[in-house]
């Protein structure tokens, strides 16, 4: 039998190690020197870079609706703290440092999580939506992403009205899995974050056009019946594209998917890759 980890003992040991995981990221981060972005501006920046909207209630399998009606709540919360802010060069933009901690005395209520590879809930739960927003504008320019984590070892829900490549998305969790970029250009940018009773709204800006524009593509996608279950499969890439030629320059891998299928497979084309 496979020996548990700590966290695994109980709830208090889990909240043990979980207070554990926060304090070191902490320090960490008040021993470091980076700068964190947090001036804003209400004035928009001239260069429309990339605009997205995220449809804030979806049909995910058989969720509670009442966790997406929270999960509106939650993202209504959270999306002032980033909008306007501005990342200039040099800065690091954070996405705890400025949300901070969800707590339930701050209005925050309980939505859909993903633990230990599971769909579960949790005081502030549905935030993922808005990092997975900010993180594929984010693919369109040459900042650099410095710190992503993936919850796309598995595939928890059909898709619906799915508008960006599956394996773009992120996970969170305060403070410890943060989404963290960086801005080692000469520009200055600024994201623009709302929620309205359909969408979570954005805008990502800058004060100079960039060089280059970025297109994201998935290829490659299939669903594979394996020994152990159904699985998505595929490839997401990211050309970079010379604007006044249209020649791509350049073509890099984002993800690769292989991921286990979480919901009912009857209605899938599936290639047969059992031993």
């Known amino acids: 039998m496979k020996r548990k980890l700590?966290?695994?003992?109980?709830?208090?040991?889990?909240?043990?190690?979980?207070?554990?995981?926060?304090?070191r990221r902490q320090m960490k981060d008040e021993l470091s020197n980076k700068k964190f972005a947090k001036e804003k501006s209400a004035e928009k920046l001239p260069q429309l870079i990339y605009r997205h909207n995220s449809l804030i209630r979806?049909?995910?399998g058989n969720v509670d609706l009442q966790l997406q009606e929270n999960k509106a709540v939650n993202l209504a919360l959270a999306a002032p703290k980033i909008n306007n802010i501005l990342i200039k060069p040099g800065e690091t933009f954070s996405f705890w440092?400025?949300?901070?901690?969800t707590s339930a005395k701050k209005g925050y209520k309980e939505g859909l999580t993903i633990s230990n590879g599971?769909?579960?809930?949790?005081?502030?739960?549905?935030?993922?939506?808005?990092t997975n927003l900010i993180h594929w504008m984010i693919l369109h320019t040459p900042l650099e992403i410095t710190e992503h984590h993936h919850h796309d070892a598995l595939d928890l829900f059909p898709d619906y009205k799915r508008v960006i490549p599956f394996g773009t998305g992120t996970s969170i969790c305060y403070n410890y899995l943060d989404y963290r970029f960086f801005n080692s250009t000469a520009n200055t940018y600024q994201l623009l974050i709302y929620t309205d009773e359909e969408y979570l709204h954005g805008e990502l800006r800058a004060?100079?056009?960039?060089?280059?524009?970025?297109?994201?593509?998935?290829?490659?996608?299939?669903?594979?019946?394996?020994?152990?279950?159904?699985y998505r499969n595929g490839e997401v890439y990211r050309r970079i594209i010379d604007p006044q030629s249209g020649i791509c320059l350049k073509k890099e891998l984002v993800r690769a998917n292989h991921a286990k299928v979480q919901y009912d497979t009857a209605n899938l084309p599936l290639i047969d890759k059992r031993s």
């Open 58 to 60: 979806r049909t995910l």
């Open 97 to 101: 440092h400025l949300v901070g901690h």
């Open 207 to 230: 004060l100079f056009k960039q060089k280059y524009t970025y297109h994201i593509q998935a290829e490659n996608e299939y669903f594979s019946l394996e020994d152990d279950g159904v």
């Open 118 to 130: 599971k769909p579960s809930q949790g005081i502030g739960g549905g935030l993922c939506q808005l």
């Open 6 to 23: 700590f966290c695994e003992l109980s709830p208090l040991c889990y909240k043990i190690s979980t207070q554990k995981c926060r304090l």
